[in-house]
């Protein structure tokens, strides 16, 4: 019996267009600027992956910009109007805005609507982290559960997706605030790749300074072992998301499928959309799934 109330997010989940509709999920989407030209995180529909990465390699600045409370009203109101309520995940509120956002759409809404219940919740991830909580969430959701049961299941699940990640140019680190000048000059002459996480305040986190994309990968599987349901027999979602570099997300999978045998055939590779990219850069590369609870 289909749900009575709706599941939806933002394009920031990094998944894809066609998974979300075949999740029967809803998006709005995120805008940015480039070049002195809007568009919209759209999954490629407004401008390539491709050319997005390309044109940050040629030195364009991307400025991004999150979801107004007027779109999660015109993404809402087909389904309040039907009787539905809802149910939605944002983008960490850490490093976006956006939970606020909805938050004012949704005491906007019930004044219009005050017999619908609408629930926001804050991922504290990002990227395909995001995403894997969206999965969750849905796999819940088709197993009968009720608006409160689900919302309550998303709030226990959250801080157990776990998100390890690296990147191997550090420009955008600095231009980010993130890193010094000097600090970029000197890591990006030694090949350093700082590799990050997502806290519990879903916030980034520099843990391990690795020198080269292997050690860096190496790092990021170690992490995933000592913190994944079961060890070496996780059989959960596995998803990795790349801004650009797909032979490293290849040598991602083998590497972790040879360390996570049940994972075969089941691991997930996804874009960094142009929303996360616009402050990763080309060249970042990281690795999601459910496990441990996460350190605050």
Same mark, same amino acid.
């Given at each position: ?11 920031? /989940? !990094? ?9 029967? +999920?809803?998006?709005? %989407? ?18 390539? +992956? ?10 364009? *600045?991307? &400025?991004?910009?999150?979801?107004? /409370? ?13 009787? &539905?309520?809802?149910?939605?995940? =944002?983008?960490?509120?850490? +490093? ?45 959701? !088709?197993?009968? /559960?009720?608006? !409160? ?21 550090? =420009? ?10 000097? #600090? %970029? ?7 350093? %790749?700082? *590799? ?10 520099? *843990?391990?300074?690795?020198?080269? &994309? &292997?050690?860096?990968?190496? #790092?990021? *599987? ?36 040879? =360390?996570?045998?049940? +994972? ?31 350190? #605050?």
């Amino acid at each position: 019996m289909p749900a009575d109330y709706i599941l939806s997010c933002e394009s920031t /989940a !990094d998944l894809t267009e066609e998974y979300l509709k075949e999740r029967n +999920i809803p998006f709005a %989407c995120f805008s940015f600027q480039i070049d002195g030209k809007d568009y919209k995180d759209d999954y490629g529909h407004s401008m390539g +992956i491709k050319e997005f990465y390309d044109s940050l390699r040629r030195g364009l *600045v991307s &400025k991004t910009s999150q979801v107004p /409370a007027s779109d999660y009203e015109e993404l809402w109101r087909p389904y309040l109007e039907s009787g &539905k309520d809802i149910i939605h995940i =944002t983008l960490s509120e850490g +490093i976006s805005g956006s939970y606020n956002s909805a938050c004012l759409a949704v005491r906007l809404m019930l004044e219009e609507f005050p017999e619908r219940r609408i629930y926001v919740i804050n991922s504290e991830n990002a990227s395909s982290g995001y995403g894997l909580i969206m999965s969750l969430a849905a796999d819940k959701r !088709d197993e009968g /559960a009720d608006i !409160d049961e689900l919302r309550e299941y998303i709030l226990g699940i959250r801080d157990h997706v776990q998100a390890w990640f690296f990147t191997s140019d550090l =420009t955008y680190l600095y231009r980010g605030g993130r890193l010094s000048k000097t #600090a %970029c000059v000197f890591g990006t002459a030694l090949k350093i %790749c700082p *590799v990050m996480t997502v806290n519990r305040m879903g916030k980034l986190e520099a *843990v391990l300074k690795c020198r080269g &994309k &292997k050690k860096a990968m190496e #790092a990021c *599987v170690s992490k995933m072992l000592e913190n994944c349901d079961d060890g070496n027999e996780y059989k959960g979602y596995f998803y990795i998301c790349h801004s650009d570099c797909m032979e490293d997300a290849m040598a991602m999978k083998e590497m972790a499928e040879n =360390t996570f045998p049940n +994972i075969k055939g089941k691991t997930r590779i996804f874009n960094i959309g142009t929303v996360i990219g616009s402050h990763t850069g080309p060249g970042t590369l990281g690795i999601f799934f459910k496990g441990k609870e996460k350190e #605050a």
